[in-house]
């Protein structure tokens, strides 16, 4: 198993989605998510398949949400792969 960075952005608010897959298939999403157009900061959270939503924090700029995603999966016992 193991997290890996989607690249298909359909140009929607969210701006970087990682997928933790195990033999094809996706086990946990994570997101980061803006908010910039109704006047808001940025969400971190993970999403499995059966619903389970985890809110992982709120920030006020992209950089910062980008470091919390990247510690989630450095805090996950699965590796990432290359990018």
């Not at 908010?35 to 950089?63: I, K, L, M, S």
């Not at 919390?68 to 990432?80: K, M, N, Q, T, Y």
């Amino acid at each position: 198993m193991h997290w890996s960075r989607r690249r298909d952005l359909e140009g929607g608010k969210e701006l970087g989605i990682w997928l933790l897959v195990d033999d094809g298939t996706v086990e946990a999403e994570l997101y980061v998510e803006s908010h910039e157009y109704r006047g808001g900061g940025f969400d971190v959270y993970t999403a499995t398949p059966d619903g389970e939503w985890t809110h992982e924090g709120e920030f006020e700029d992209a950089e910062a949400a980008f470091e919390r995603a990247l510690d989630v999966i450095g805090e996950s016992p699965h590796p990432s792969a290359a990018p």
